[in-house]
């Protein structure tokens, strides 16, 4: 083998430099990009019930928010390949940025159809937003990879600080058009986003990771590929399916729209807060474990809210998906970077994405139907049959470990 093809073969060149500021970089614009999908699941049922043609088709603005992040998932990664991370990030926070200035037009003029719009544009830029935790692995040493995609999660909790507060003092600031002022607000915290992103340094694809590596098809036949699809997938589907209903199942119960918004405020806090030591959960017990932990919270979290309907039941439930979330999420994702060569990091990264949040559009459109034709309750019944599942492909696989590369 001559010296350029073991280059090539080893992947990207060690970086000299440990990475901290653009992992801080990540976590930052990760708070900042977090803050505008809060204001998206915040108000986007609210809004639907405003001015949808019909009450079932409330959450369908949160519903596109998701399918926009599955449809763009494959488009971003392909551009990340191509031309670097990078350039996906500006990519997707122009994207932020439309959405609040389409969002914000739509509310003014009444258009339903053009809301949709808004918050698919929202979605991509989500997408993108999600391939921060991929990156930040790409920043640092190889012994602080495992580490590197929780430090950028836990970015996060600033996400619920700042998202629900800026509905709270934004939503009635245009008169009479409710939440309008509060999309404008989340353009410019987009726009902010990509000036912070402007100083990330992420290492550009080699020519190996332009040659794409194995075929997809062996990447798929995995059993630990598999086995963190699915538990991505229940993760993130099952924290959406329930997180879209509540806001408008707590105001269905008579609840404030304030505690509504405090109510996401803890959830997305305690989605990104464990992210402070996820990591080091991962390297000391092992990504199966923390994803079953995670599982078994999200299985509590149901089991709390069947218990009443008070603001403490409901913020509970948030609270506790939000935790269950963190650790089944993060840790399918430590799971997907043991199951890819180098060269193959970006295209196997935007697949496990994209098949993600693919299913979990199913969830979101389904949530709002289920809400307003069966109650909040079955909501929460039908989520048990998901957990099941993963917490049957963790027991089949949990013994293997790493990636075959031959």
């Known amino acids: 083998m001559s010296r350029a093809d073991a280059d090539i073969a080893a992947g990207p060149a060690p970086m000299a430099r440990s990475g901290n500021t653009d992992v801080l970089r990540l976590a930052i614009a990760q708070a900042l990009a977090g803050a505008n999908s809060a204001v998206v699941y915040a108000t986007g049922a609210i809004l639907g019930n405003m001015l ?12 596109i928010f998701v399918v926009g992040m599955a449809a763009c998932t494959l488009p971003a990664g392909a551009l990340a390949r191509r031309h670097g991370r990078r350039a996906a990030f500006l990519a997707g926070t122009g994207c932020g940025v439309l959405t609040g200035l389409l969002a914000a037009l739509a509310i003014v003029l009444g258009s339903f159809w053009l809301l949709c719009l808004g918050t698919f544009f929202g979605g991509a830029y989500a997408a993108v937003v999600l391939s921060f935790r991929f990156a930040a692995a790409d ?5 602080r990879r495992p580490r590197a ?7 996060g909790v600033f996400a619920g600080i700042i998202g629900p507060q800026l509905v709270t003092y934004t939503m009635d600031l245009w008169q009479p058009y409710l939440f309008a002022a509060t999309f404008l607000a989340q353009a410019a915290v987009a726009a902010l986003s990509a000036l912070v992103l402007l100083g990330v340094r992420v290492p550009m694809p080699t020519a190996a990771e332009m040659a ?49 918004n405090l109510g996401l405020q803890w959830h997305i806090i305690a989605m990104y807060g464990p992210g402070f030591f996820t990591g080091r959960l991962i390297t000391r017990f092992g990504a199966p474990r923390v994803v079953a932990s995670g599982l078994a919270l999200t299985a509590a979290s149901a089991a709390i809210g069947l218990t009443g309907v008070d603001v403490a039941h409901f913020w509970l439930t948030l609270i506790l998906l939000g935790v269950g979330w963190n650790f089944g999420f993060v840790g399918a994702s430590a799971l997907v970077l043991e199951c890819h060569r180098p060269e193959e990091r970006t ?14 559009a199913v969830g979101s459109f389904s949530s709002g139907g289920l809400l307003t034709a069966y109650g909040w309750d079955t909501v929460l019944w039908v989520s048990f049959a998901p957990l099941a599942v993963a917490v049957a492909a963790l027991v089949v696989t949990g013994p293997v470990r790493g990636v075959k590369t031959t």
């Not at 995609?149 to 970015?155: D, F, I, K, R, Y």
């Not at 295209?347 to 979990?360: A, E, Y």
């Open 52 to 63: 949808a043609p019909s009450r079932a088709l409330a959450t369908l603005p949160i519903s």
């Open 212 to 260: 794409g590596g194995r075929p997809l098809g062996a990447i798929l036949r995995q059993p630990r590929f598999i086995t963190a699809v699915i538990c991505g997938v229940v993760s993130y589907t099952l924290m959406n399916f329930i997180m879209t209903a509540a806001p408008l199942a707590m105001r269905l119960c008579g609840l404030s729209q304030e505690s509504s």
């Open 149 to 155: 995609p929780s430090a950028v999660m836990a970015g």
């Open 347 to 360: 295209r196997v990264q935007s697949l496990n994405d994209f098949l993600v949040f693919g299913t979990m």
């Open 139 to 143: 920043c640092v040493p190889p012994e």
